[in-house]
């Protein structure tokens, strides 16, 4: 179960991918790759959130697909 604490983070968590998502996003546009590359670029992009959100999820029953190794 979910306490509010850990709700508040993981909102947070989300915010901030979605801030970091976006600027790159934009970021692809205001470069202006050539047509194949900026393509391949935004794929990648989603790819890469796909995965942090099925990290997410995943997290929630105990076995995400990859852990932080904390120092």
Request: charged content about 5%; cysteine-free.
């Amino acid at each position: 179960m979910i306490d509010a604490h850990g709700l508040i983070g993981i909102l947070v968590y989300l915010v901030v991918w979605g801030l970091i998502l976006w600027v790159l996003w934009w970021a692809i546009g205001a470069v202006g790759l050539p047509q194949p590359f900026a393509k391949i670029a935004t794929v990648v992009l989603v790819l890469i959130t796909v995965i942090v959100l099925l990290n997410l999820l995943f997290g929630f029953t105990g076995t995400p697909l990859f852990r932080w190794q904390h120092p």
